[in-house]
């Protein structure tokens, strides 16, 4: 994998400034939030069931603009971007989704490998990446197979493999953790703090287990009553890096 580099500190990977969402007429689901996330940062999003924690990722992976406020990635205000602009951005974000979004007609393999094809990668320059990658998270045996032959936790580790074989700037992760056993879901963070230490990569989860929140040293922000709300306070990379998480991992 290759090193941090300087340039990646330079701009917050994301910036959150006065931002409020509502849907038609409905009330605010979300309202007057700020949030800045450093580039290599690492952090928790979590709040009851209906606190608008999708909404906000849906903010943040650009799917949905803001009613009130401007939502930055990597530095660009994206209010006054162009479709062509924001589609550009959107290619340096890797995002799983609660409801995993993969496409039936193809395989684990072709799935997880999509997002290369689209970005004119040659098969021979991925195969081997998006195979280990696919046995790495237990399914190695299971590459040809399509979704509708896996359970729901294969299901979302082809879904997790597919965000993270870009080797995004930034990943954001809905629940990723949520339909698999405690050993698997070890191994899946222990994936998501490579890309963090490794390569930089901002990484942001949203998700329930308080469990898993308690085990990690990383920042936590919660949301309630349309309001976000910083619960601990944010360790550097450096800082991280000497507690070193990965080491407690399988």
Do not use: C
């Not at 994301?14 to 952090?43: M, N, Q, T």
């Not at 340096?92 to 979004?101: I, L, S």
């Not at 469990?211 to 309001?227: C, E, H, K, S, T």
């Amino acid at each position: 994998m290759t090193q941090l580099r300087p340039d990646m500190f330079e701009e917050a990977a994301v910036r959150l400034d006065g931002v409020s969402l509502r849907y038609d007429s409905s009330e605010e689901i979300l309202s007057g939030i700020d949030l800045v996330l450093k580039p290599g940062s690492f952090s928790f999003l979590t709040g009851a069931s209906g606190a608008g924690k999708s909404s906000l990722l849906k903010l943040l992976y650009l799917a949905q603009p803001p009613t009130r406020g401007e939502v930055s990635l990597f530095g660009r205000p994206t209010g006054r971007l162009t479709r062509d602009q924001l589609s550009a951005l959107r290619r340096r974000v890797g995002v799983v989704f609660q409801e995993f979004r993969l496409l039936t007609h193809l395989t684990a393999y072709e799935n997880v490998a999509l997002p290369l094809r689209v970005m004119g990668r040659k098969e021979s320059q991925y195969r081997r990446d998006v195979e280990e990658l696919l046995t790495w998270v237990g399914l190695g045996e299971r590459l040809h197979k399509r979704p509708e032959t896996l359970s729901g936790g294969e299901q979302q580790r082809v879904a997790i493999a597919r965000a993270v074989v870009t080797q995004p700037n930034l990943l954001i992760a809905d629940e990723p953790t949520g339909n698999v056993d405690p050993d698997m879901g070890a191994r899946l963070m222990r994936l998501f703090f490579e890309l963090n230490k490794r390569l930089g990569t901002t990484v942001i989860i949203a998700t329930h287990d308080l469990g898993l929140i308690r085990q990690i040293d990383a920042p936590v922000f919660r949301l309630a009553n349309g309001m976000l709300v910083q619960e601990s306070g944010e360790k550097t990379p450096a800082a991280r890096r000497r507690t070193d998480p990965l080491k407690a991992m399988p």
